[in-house]
DNA sequence: GATGAATGAGATTTCATTCAT
DNA sequence: GATGAATGAAATCTCATTCAT
């Protein structure tokens, strides 16, 4: 079995991180633990530790993971539209999100992880990268639409975070409360809340 | 014939949960002990089992705990405001709120109920009780609002969630990124944005 | 059980000390269990936490514990004696040392504490504090016995270093070989050969 | 037919056993790791395992090995000498010894399997055997002293004991205390001493 | 009623050894 | 023959909860 290829490994890899987050959607970090995840991969304790060096680590690298293609496939949706339809898309990327017990597990554990990181400066300070890029991805839309003029003189940055702040808003609740309609109203009715607010105008419209 | 009054006992249970509470805020619910709890007290361990059956069980009579007080609080602060002045008072409370380490601390067992409560039933329900009542308060000032002429055609309930939605975001953030000055401006953002959505001609004008 | 007193716990320190050297002399610091100690004791793994808060701190009680009883039993037998006799009562002291399992379970602890401590500075700092006190208890007889006019001009410092570096290297022995009539003869051969090299006249004839 | 020569898996033998040494004098035996040796020595896990059966094995191995060259050595510096300065060249090989880290590190490996050497048959008996050849190279050597007729009548297996214990325990404490000029100085005293216990009329003069 | 010592079930992590490739 | 991934049996330490005093 030795003497793997790169891949092998990193699939390996993805596989456990795959297994762990299920795990830590359904129980939580602190409850879920690396005989259950092991359990599920199929695999020894010691194996999961030939991979990651805790299961501290483990969630850390669950959290940086995923975020790449996130970016990548959004980029590609976005290429060409202008910010009014960049925002949309975004938003109904979300909004369409069909609420499967592993999104919404997923869901909870990225809750939890904010949870976390008030508390371990290895957490935060991944977690604050990360949700660095997520701001700026959003201000960024919003300093285009200023530019093509269809948005009024806001503050990009703090729409942007304004933006996030009401998303994790809305995962934190469906996290618990499960029902598809809610979600998809409280993104409909983000959607116009946000959009509307960003309108040059500010009655959106136009848009 | 108790040898203490219930008066007594009951001062004491509200000893130990504001302890508790702070215990959790700092650490989390699962790395907070009971030998901590105990030791901030200034009681044993024993004495707490005597007012609370298990850890969950401070947990959850925490979460019950301060709602009340906090809806007489506001119910005085309303008498006889009309229903947009009602809701800039809702956030004002929260956006004035000075971030000391107590409120934060509790702002984040606050985010970890909900995470919690998705995976166990008696906090779903307790929670869920909750924050049914803080959606029927705002629910019913947009009710209030609309007859009021002042605020558009909109759908109360789900204005409600996103409201809530947009708070919960908020202290999620605040939470782990502890900015004072963010956090105003988040709510000072949210305040208009929302105002604005529910105002009668969508451009929050008249408000 | 609770609300103990500190004689109690205190002799329930010391119980679980006794045990742990024993355990250690047959097994060694790193292969005797923290399981078997428990078992040893009667007690539970927990309880043994209660008392200590690692293996390690067991460890390093265990080499600061019955250096006073041994000075003070010293003491009492020295008084009064001129340093040619407390240096003659201390080797025979060791010397008519009965070499029971315990005995010698102890001895080959007191050897692993070099070799650890070589290797963990808290172990250390025990360690040398510890033989600073043997090293200074002989240094003060040889200076005594050179003021007496019947030791030579000999390193007081030095002389005692020896002493000692002798002792262990029978101990070191002993600890394997666990032979009564070859550990007394080692002895006396030591007695007769440190206390000729100490005397006046370097014949020992005087002593 | 092998692929490999006798001599190139001898070399291979001992090349592991160098950084099996150079790792327990690091950590200690138990401290030490498969995998540590494994990427000293730029092999892995499995191949070490070609070559040793077990740590246990590797440990053994290292015990028996350099008391060949070792007794060749002091063979060839002894030739011709009488039984004083056999002595002399004996205690001065080690006294002018360097206190390098490699040589601490082996001699706390030495001391280290005196204890080990208690709990464990295999290595008991090896150790025994070995030393069983240090005691009777000294041994020889007094009954050649006194046949020469400058040492007394002194019993020449116990003054071998002793040279022996005493030495050990030099290396002992200078395996902790790592300290050149005590060591050098120890060893001067020890010297000057054992030749003095063993010279005819105990004055040492005539040496 | 209060106390805190004791319990004991588990959790994470380590590592010598094996063996499929 | 070499490799190093996988195993799995420990080992240390934690802590909610109980209950004798």
Redesign the pocket.
């Known amino acids: 079995?030795?003497?793997?290829s790169d891949a092998?490994?990193e699939k390996?890899r993805a596989d456990i991180l795959r297994h762990a987050l299920a795990c830590f959607g359904e129980k939580g970090f602190?409850?879920?633990?690396?005989?259950?995840i092991?359990l599920r991969c199929?695999?020894?304790?010691?194996?999961?530790?030939?991979?990651f060096?805790?299961?501290?680590?483990m969630y850390i690298r669950l959290m940086e993971s995923g975020t790449e293609e996130m970016f990548r496939m959004l980029r590609d949706d976005f290429a060409g539209l202008p910010a009014v339809h960049k925002l949309r898309t975004l938003i109904r990327h979300y909004r369409n999100q069909e609420l499967t017990s592993e999104w919404v597990g997923a869901g909870r554990v990225h809750m939890e992880f904010w949870i976390h990181s008030a508390r371990n400066e290895d957490v935060k300070r991944v977690m604050v990268d990360r949700y660095e890029r997520f701001v700026a991805l959003v201000e960024e839309i919003v300093e285009e639409g200023k530019r093509e003029g269809v948005f009024g003189d806001v503050h990009a940055r703090e729409m942007s975070e304004l933006f996030w702040a009401m998303a994790d808003g809305i995962f934190l609740r469906i996290t618990v409360l499960d029902r598809q309609e809610l979600y998809e109203k409280l993104w409909d009715d983000a959607e116009e809340m946000f959009l509307r607010t960003l309108s040059r105008n500010g009655d959106g419209a136009a848009l």
Do not use: L, N
């Open positions: 079995m030795p003497k793997v092998y490994k390996k602190q409850s879920a633990t690396i005989d259950e092991a199929g695999m020894s304790k010691g194996a999961i530790y030939g991979y060096a805790s299961k501290e680590e």
